[in-house]
């Protein structure tokens, strides 16, 4: 039998696996982490499995009682799968009434920006379709309209994402125990490819200088010149330079600390003795506010448009560099040429990273070795300046 210290001790492994209680009950351990109650049974011959409900929110001696209540059920002749049927609010398995616990659960670990745009595709192109529609009765077939429609409006890229999202739901209902299989697996190749636009990277070391050295000489406002000397210095994306804030960098440590704009997670930028110095020239104009990179209006971060208008200025058309490019110049040169591992330049991009027993690595991990790598790089970056002089 189990118990409340061996339940909780449980941890994923790379597939489910169970933990058998007694007389059909056990927990079902996945590889995401949750843990699911069920009971298993036999009923005129037929084999059935019930959700009991997820661990920690139904302990153990909770999801005995259900058992037992369900094994008196089984006692008196009745079906118990039969019953909770009758039991339930007919909308419960609806996908609409899926999809919005699925959103509460998520909201919290998503950017707002990224759950407003899901909230958006579920209403617009989802719901719509199949919202009302139990998600036992899903199948390919009844799914595949929402991309159909999509398609012939010329939204490739949304056809794709949306189905995307009614997989995420559905395999959420299935790990609640209220469907059996994610049908839009079976979908794949029905979908035109969709065509993919990678932002512009310069990769060669000596055209890097030279775009350096016409970045340098921008003759346009001190917030936009230093912006534009800071963006291939610490690699972040486009928001989070324009959106810096006085009060998330300690000049002292040397340290940029922000949530990432993508994931919503904390992140860590050492700041090299160059961004330093950058930021301590730009200080005097802008340290007093909250906007490291203010707008005309002080109020105001600058303009999203601000770094892309200065590299056209001096000519570095779109084809050649664009401020998100610079994060695939440091991916690209910092491993081939400088020889860093992939795994800490990619904690440095604020990507998703785990360790080889499949666990997200926190922020702080790699942090004195991103800290080296910074440096180098920004040293780095000096070198090809001074190679055209």
């Not at 799914?143 to 949304?158: C, D, M, S, V, Y």
Request: hydrophobic share 40%; aromatic share 8%.
């Amino acid at each position: 039998m189990l118990s409340d210290a061996k339940v909780r001790a449980a941890k994923p492994r790379e597939k489910p696996y169970k933990l058998f209680d007694e007389k059909g009950l056990y927990l079902e351990v996945m590889p995401n982490g949750s843990k699911l109650w069920r009971y298993k049974f036999s009923f005129q011959g037929k084999e059935t499995r019930l959700s009991l409900g997820p661990y920690p929110e139904v302990p153990l001696k909770e999801a005995r009682e259900q058992h037992l209540e369900l094994r008196r059920q089984l006692l008196k002749g009745e079906n118990p799968s039969q019953i909770r049927r009758q039991q339930q609010d007919p909308e419960s398995e609806s996908f609409r009434r899926i999809a919005q616990e699925w959103l509460a659960l998520n909201k919290s670990r998503w950017v707002e920006r990224h759950y407003e745009t899901i909230v958006q595709r579920l209403e617009n192109h989802i719901y719509p379709v199949i919202g009302s529609q139990s998600v036992k009765t899903l199948t390919a077939t009844t799914i595949l309209p929402i991309a159909r429609k999509l398609e012939a409006a010329g939204h490739n890229e949304t056809a794709h994402r949306s189905l995307g999202i009614v997989s995420q739901v559905l395999r959420f209902a299935v790990a609640t125990g209220r469907a059996e299989r994610d049908p839009t697996t079976d979908l794949r190749g029905a979908l035109a490819p969709t065509k993919r636009n990678h932002f512009s990277a310069v990769t060669d070391p000596t055209e890097l200088g030279r775009i350096l050295r016409l970045m340098d000489g921008y003759g346009g406002s001190v917030v936009v010149r230093c912006a534009l000397r800071l963006a291939p210095l610490v690699f972040v994306r486009p928001g989070e330079l324009r959106q810096a804030r006085w009060a998330d960098i300690d000049m002292e440590r040397g340290e940029w600390r922000f949530n990432a704009s993508k994931t919503g997670q904390p992140h860590i930028v050492p700041l090299a003795r160059q961004s330093l110095d950058i930021l301590s020239e730009i200080y005097p104009l802008s340290g007093q506010g909250t906007w490291v990179f203010p707008g005309r209006d002080a109020n105001r971060a600058m303009s999203n448009m601000a770094v892309l208008s200065a590299l056209r200025a001096l000519g570095i058309p779109k084809e050649v560099a664009t401020g998100h490019g610079f994060r695939a110049t440091a991916r690209t040169l910092l491993e081939e040429v400088l020889g860093f591992r992939p795994e800490v330049i990619e904690l440095q991009l604020a990507h998703n990273v785990r360790d080889p027993l499949g666990r997200a690595y926190n922020r702080t991990t790699h942090l004195e070795a991103r800290r080296g790598m910074m440096q180098a790089w920004a040293d780095y970056l000096d070198s090809l300046r001074g190679e055209g002089l």
